[in-house]
């Protein structure tokens, strides 16, 4: 609008001076009084249109300058729109998975102190969370593992890929098979845990899925170790160790001599070992150590020291 006011000002200005250039043409034939105000007028005439042609220029530059300041305000209130359609849609959290919600523990319930054996109460509608504070997670359940922890003198049983059966106490009478997918190389042990037994941890990928697995089901599990054939095994209690090395004490008559045996497999209750033969009888107890003490309480008798191999 200002544009168009200028540009008709500008053109009546125009006007105005061709106007006082005829009647300046007229001087000759006119008083010479007339032909001084014509004079004057054609003079009056262009200073008005420099005058306006100054005054256009200024009101270009100051539109521009105003157009810029309203490009701004609308570009600053165009990117508060958008913060503010971010922060709704930010609102509505939307998981990248197919899963179960799982709410977590409110630790910061607690003011943020939290001890072995706690239990938290889980997250609710109105309570405070601190910035950071994780609230639920997404698990996949369509591939779950089963996380179990087995003892140190049974990690060199373990290898991957081997079988297990599991029996998952929430389903009783259901039967799941699955393969073991890693088995630690370091013993996982917290600093508030008094046995001095390390474990390993092992984590298992069941064969097959099913809907009503849920995480936190405890199971019983069986892994399948490899099969010996014609191994010999002993009770583990039979096996001794002197001067770094495995040994056996093999009855031979009415005595027991110690014999250097090499442990294929130990578990907790069994030792498949190589060195005897089977039907060997063997002693549970260290006989040399047994032996000792029946001569400093006087010889008397103790009882059976041995069994038999298989």
């Known amino acids: 609008m ?3 006011e200028d540009q008709t000002a500008l053109l009546k200005a125009k006007y105005a001076v061709r106007r006082a250039e005829l009647e300046v043409s007229k001087n000759e034939i006119v008083s010479k009084i007339d032909a001084q105000k014509n004079l004057l007028a054609l003079d009056e005439a262009k200073r008005s249109l420099s005058q306006l042609e100054q005054d256009i220029h200024s009101h270009s530059a100051s539109n521009e300058a105003a ?7 609308r570009h600053k ?4 729109m958008d913060q503010a359609e971010e922060n709704i849609r930010k609102m509505s959290v939307t998981a990248p998975i197919d899963g179960l919600v799982v ?4 630790r910061d319930a607690s003011g943020g102190f939290f001890f072995q054996g706690m239990t938290l109460p889980d997250y609710h509608v109105g309570d405070q969370v601190n910035p950071g504070s994780p609230i639920a997670e997404v698990i996949d359940i369509s591939h779950l593992e089963v996380y179990a922890q087995v003892d140190e003198k049974d990690r060199t049983n373990l290898k991957v890929g081997q079988s297990v059966d599991l029996d998952i106490y ?8 699955g393969k073991v997918q890693t088995v630690g190389g370091a013993t996982s042990h917290e600093f508030w845990d008094d046995n001095t037994q390390r474990k390993f941890d092992v984590n298992i990928q069941l064969d097959s899925k099913d809907r009503r697995l849920r995480p936190g089901f405890a199971t019983r599990l069986i892994i399948r170790g490899d099969e010996l054939s014609k191994a010999v095994s002993i009770p583990s209690e039979a096996v001794f160790e002197r001067e770094g090395k495995k040994i056996v004490y093999c009855k031979h008559g009415s005595r027991f001599e110690s014999q250097e045996v090499k442990v294929s497999a130990l578990s907790e209750g069994r030792a498949v070992i190589e060195g005897i033969a089977p039907g060997t009888v063997v002693a549970l107890v260290n006989p040399e150590v047994r032996a000792s003490d029946k001569s400093k309480a006087g010889g008397s008798s103790g009882p059976d020291l041995s069994t038999g191999s298989k």
């Open 103 to 106: 709410i977590r523990g409110n």
């Open 77 to 80: 209130a165009k990117l508060a």
């Open 2 to 4: 200002q544009t168009a």
């Open 67 to 73: 157009l810029a300041i309203s490009e701004e305000k």
């Open 170 to 177: 929430a389903l009783p009478g259901d039967s799941f098979t």
